[in-house]
C-alpha cells in the first residue's frame, strides 16, 4: 500500500510542477475596457459621480 502511494505522491508532485506561477501573468496594462466595463471599474474604485467622471476620462485620454 505505502508503495503505490509513494508512487502517486511522486507522479503528483512531478505533474504540479509543469503550472505556471504566478510571475507568468499579465500586467494587463494594455487592455482595453469597453464602455460598460469602464463604468462598472471606474463607479467600483470611486462613489463620487465627479470622481467616475474623472476616472472615464482619464482613462480613455
Known sequence: MSK???IFFLF?????CG??????????KDTKLNDEELLEYCSISN?????IDKCINDYKS
Open 4 to 6: 503505490y502511494l509513494t
Open 12 to 16: 503528483f508532485s512531478i505533474l504540479s
Open 19 to 28: 503550472y505556471p506561477d504566478i510571475d507568468n501573468v499579465p500586467d494587463f
Open 47 to 51: 462613489t463620487e459621480k465627479i470622481d
